[in-house]
């Protein structure tokens, strides 16, 4: 779909008219007939949104068990993005794609599986009437043959790229039209009994220009264990809304559980039990060093 729009991202939203979606007033949206006919209107378009994605029940072993987007569709997008004008891929399945020589465009929206409202979703995220504010709750793969990889990815026994956690969008990432800033990170107590819970201070900030909700997540990490663990455990996390300009302190806490490892047995039949020591909390860039005992 070739779409030609004089609005960028945070243009007027156009309630006077009521557009579905939050198209901008002036925006003119012009459809291909085919792949052919996309790559010709996108040498003149302002920006061009192409859909890609997967059919139905795609995600069985039996159908498709490599997730990644279809060789035509990797095609089109390589094809669009020669014409040297914006692209902007949307992507329409019930799991993160492989997007092969589809990487790389000025925007990436993922949508799942959306439902029959989801076009207007979809319209009001491009064309800037709502400011996204969600996050990846599993990481996106760069290439097939390691999927699906999680967060919390175990290291590897080799130097192989397969035993890396190598990918395109890591857990946690996503984009919104303002910008935010994690100011400060504490803790309430710097020592903890063991089997007790944590609780952290988050100062965050919106510097940009417009409202939007932020995804504050709260990772920890262990210098030394005697229990191998993945390098970063996802502990606690919380959603606020922040008005443009607007800086707010947020208490989080980390449950004793959170922080539990099972000594022993590789099918986890073991005790688990939280290991005294020293622990990194983590809050984007921000550290503070957590003390159980």
């Known amino acids: 779909m070739a779409a030609g729009a004089r609005g960028r991202e945070g243009a007027r939203y156009d309630r006077a008219r009521g557009h579905r979606g939050g198209r901008p007033a002036g925006t003119r949206v012009v459809r291909a007939r085919d792949a052919a006919d996309a790559v010709r209107q996108a040498r003149t378009a302002d920006a061009t949104v192409v859909v890609v994605g997967e059919r139905p029940a795609a995600e069985g072993e039996a159908d498709s068990p490599r ?7 990797q ?9 040297g004008r914006p692209v902007v891929v949307v992507v329409i399945a019930g799991r993160p794609l492989a997007l092969g020589e589809a990487a790389g465009t000025d925007g990436l929206l993922m949508s799942w599986l959306p439902g029959t409202e989801g076009g207007h979703a ?3 995220v491009l064309f800037g009437g709502v400011n996204p504010g969600g996050r990846l709750p599993v990481s996106w793969p760069r290439r097939t043959g390691n999927e699906p ?13 397969e035993s890396t956690h190598d990918v395109a969008y890591d857990f946690g990432d996503g984009l919104s039209y303002t910008t935010y800033r994690f100011e400060a990170l504490g803790l309430e107590a710097a020592t903890v009994p063991a089997g007790r819970d944590a609780r952290v201070t988050v100062r ?10 932020l995804v504050v997540p709260v990772y920890v990490s262990r210098p030394v264990s005697r229990v ?6 996802l502990v606690a996390f919380t959603r606020t809304r922040l008005r443009a300009g607007e800086s707010r302190t947020l208490r989080l806490t980390v449950p004793a559980r959170a922080l ?3 000594p022993g047995d590789l099918d986890g039949a073991g005790t688990p039990r939280v290991e005294p020591g020293t622990y990194t ?3 984007g860039a921000r550290t503070a060093t957590l003390t159980i005992t």
């Open 67 to 73: 997730p990644e987007l279809s060789p035509d569709q």
């Open 75 to 83: 095609e089109l997008v390589r094809s669009l993005k020669e014409t």
């Open 122 to 124: 979809v319209a009001g």
């Open 149 to 161: 990889l999680y967060y919390q990815q175990l290291p590897g026994t080799n130097a192989g790229a």
């Open 204 to 213: 965050v900030a919106n510097t940009g220009g417009r409202d939007g909700d």
């Open 228 to 233: 191998l663990a993945p390098r970063r455990r």
């Open 260 to 262: 539990e490892v099972t």
């Open 281 to 283: 909390a983590a809050v």
